[in-house]
């Protein structure tokens, strides 16, 4: 049904505790959704000033839907009473509800009672409530939810957390505003619907100027010191939905200036070529070990407490996540909930879709990122490294060598730490497959022997996951990264790069070797380790990577398998006078402990 909109006029209206705007028309709307794996159906409409929103089972018949609606009709109608008239007005109102109506009707017939609500409320029903008439629209272009930052930096950008129903992101409309306080005030559009009412009332007296139509807005200079407001009008396939908007809840702050990952991000401004990937591997350090009393007193005391807060941080880590213009990120320390709520919404506006791998009941985990363009995600093969090693048929030797030194059995098997894998199909050329893994190896300067026994079991489990997948027609290369604890004088890194390392190593028996509760030594010999595949570093042996007052040091790595990958170019690192500039990391400018590490790796020709 054609609606003629006979009025610029702009009305407000509440649906589902959100404010949402549209536009008068000749007959108003009855919004409906309803979806296949929900029981409920929801019915919105506006009568008089407010909205009406009711959740009905969709098996319920329509009869008793449109009481449910008679009802809420008269009980608006009696509202307005004033105590002092009850009687004389309780009269009137029971008459006047008693006149009250409700029907829907298709194609100019009623609709029966008795019909369920899924198969009688339809596109362009039309439904009646006493002289309110409404045209039924199902399952429009809707925005579910918009959620703006509650702390925005001048030249950081601003990624909304936008949450649309069938509606598409690309053909919807986006306007940005700028709060402009110094002149004349306009009422704006609509109210704010993500403000209290305070808040509101001081949005409605307040200018606002255009600033943007992109979905994605880096706020400048001139915007310090005001709110922004963001408009978004839901489209798909021709159809066109409410409007919503919503106001900030901060005015903007200025940054601190450049940062020294900018400098890098002039090396990664095009996206890859074919046949090439990029890949950045970074610690980019839990909000949960960086609040710490021991983060702010011991670990970073050089690091302003705002430059540590998760609101600051979360600024930097998005703008320099995104300007390295990755294939794949992977990340270790990643609080679940900065992934779900910024990290998903910010990189899936750069095309890509993420994973996530949580260590029991901690707060932060791992998470890989891929390019929707460059691959497709074929499985998840996470694992917890200690329920491998007690359990996975290809750890059974290294299990029973460990029972005779139970202390260092049960420190790996009871420990958190995960390895992430998922397998990915390159869409360029699906015969090639690649196995990403991702992990965070033990943290004690004085357990090298543990990180021997954790990569181990993670090498033994990729292994099986390699043969597993492979087949005549499919090529599968490993590339392995993380926060290994591990310096390139290590066991581990010798393990790694030579595919041994020798039951005699000195790591298995450290300088300061940690003792059982009766005063043994908790490992009473070492083991022969080996693996069968040909790992190097792609970014090479940096200085370090990561840098804080107490240590500097290399402990993170991208390993590529070299039979079938090659690197192209390595993304050069940070000055030292970057780093140190504020005395270590993190700072003002660094939003991590570690420094991410970032190389283009490129398939060989078959």
């Given at each position: ?74 009980k ?10 009850a ?32 198969e ?8 009646e ?7 039924v ?20 950008p ?27 005030s ?20 307040t ?12 706020p ?8 922004l407001k ?21 005015q ?16 990664t ?18 909000d949960v ?8 007193t ?8 705002y430059?540590?807060?998760?609101d600051?941080?979360?600024?930097l ?10 294939d ?22 750069s095309?890509?879709?993420g994973?996530?791998m ?22 998840q ?11 996975h ?8 060598w ?34 990403v893994?991702n ?13 021997l ?13 390699v ?7 499919t ?6 990264c993380?926060?290994?604890?591990s ?66 040091g290399?402990?993170?790595y991208?390993?590529?398998?070299t ?12 000055t030292?006078?970057?780093v ?17 590490i ?9």
């Amino acid at each position: 049904m054609f609606l003629r909109r006979i009025s610029a006029r702009v009305s407000t209206f509440l649906l589902g505790e959100r404010y949402i705007l549209c536009r008068s028309f000749a007959m108003q709307r009855c919004v409906v959704r309803c979806v296949p794996e929900e029981e409920k159906m929801a019915i919105s409409y506006k009568l008089g000033e407010g909205q009406r929103n009711l959740l009905r089972a969709k098996t319920e018949t329509l009869g008793g839907a449109l009481s449910r609606i008679v009802f809420n009709a008269t009980k608006h109608l009696n509202k307005g009473k004033k105590k002092k008239k009850a009687k004389l007005e309780g009269a009137n109102s029971e008459s006047e509800s008693n006149t009250i109506t409700a029907q829907l009707t298709f194609n100019k017939v009623k609709v029966e009672d008795d019909i369920p609500n899924s198969e009688a409320w339809q596109e362009g029903a039309i439904l009646e409530i006493g002289e309110h008439t409404y045209v039924v629209n199902v399952n429009p272009p809707m925005v579910k939810s918009v959620v703006l930052p509650t702390s925005i930096m001048a030249s950081f950008p601003v990624f909304p957390r936008l949450d649309l129903d069938f509606a598409s992101r690309q053909d919807s409309s986006y306007t940005w505003y700028r709060g402009d306080n110094s002149g004349p005030s306009t009422p704006p559009t609509a109210n704010s619907g993500d403000s209290k009412r305070k808040s509101n009332e001081q949005d409605k007296q307040t200018n606002w100027l255009q600033a943007s139509h992109d979905l994605i807005y880096t706020p400048v200079n001139s915007d310090i010191g005001s709110k922004l407001k963001f408009v978004c009008t839901p489209r798909c396939d021709g159809k066109e939905g409410v409007t919503m908007e919503t106001v900030t809840s901060c005015q903007v702050e200025a940054g601190p200036g450049l940062c020294p990952f900018e400098n890098r991000h002039l090396y990664t401004k095009k996206r890859t070529d074919k046949g090439c990937f990029r890949v950045v591997s970074y610690n980019i350090l839990a909000d949960v070990y960086a609040k710490t009393e021991l983060s702010l007193t011991v670990l970073y005391p050089y690091c302003p407490p705002y430059a540590l807060e998760l609101d600051y941080r979360r600024q930097l880590l998005l703008k320099e996540l995104v300007g390295y213009n990755a294939d794949l990120l992977v990340l270790q320390e990643t609080g679940k909930s900065l992934f779900n709520d910024a990290l998903v919404p910010a990189l899936d506006l750069s095309g890509m879709e993420g994973v996530f791998m949580g260590k029991g009941q901690q707060s932060e985990g791992e998470a890989i990122f891929y390019s929707k363009d460059k691959f497709r995600l074929l499985s998840q093969e996470d694992m917890t490294i200690g329920e491998c090693l007690s359990s996975h048929p290809s750890c059974h030797d290294l299990q029973t060598w460990l029972s005779h030194s139970p202390a260092v059995l049960n420190k790996v098997t009871s420990g958190s730490t995960v390895l992430q894998v998922v397998l990915l199909e390159s869409l360029e050329d699906p015969s090639r497959r690649l196995c990403v893994a991702n992990t965070h190896l033990y943290w004690h300067p004085r357990a090298p022997h543990i990180r021997l026994i954790q990569m181990a079991t993670c090498l033994k489990y990729l292994e099986n996951i390699v043969n597993s997948n492979s087949t005549q027609d499919t090529s599968i290369s490993l590339l392995l990264c993380g926060d290994l604890n591990s310096p390139p004088t290590s066991g581990l890194y010798e393990l790694l790069t030579t595919r041994a390392v020798p039951a005699s190593h000195m790591d298995w028996f450290p300088a300061e070797p940690q003792t059982t509760d009766d005063g043994k030594l908790e490992l009473q010999e070492g083991v022969d380790l080996s693996h069968p595949f040909n790992l190097t570093s792609a970014c090479g042996l940096p200085d370090y990577t990561n840098y804080v007052g107490g240590f500097q040091g290399t402990l993170d790595y991208i390993m590529i398998d070299t039979c079938q990958l090659a690197v192209n170019q390595t993304i050069p690192m940070p000055t030292h006078e970057e780093v140190t500039t504020n005395t270590a990391l993190p700072s003002i400018v660094f939003p991590s402990d570690h420094i991410a590490i970032i190389a283009d790796v490129e398939w060989k020709k078959s």
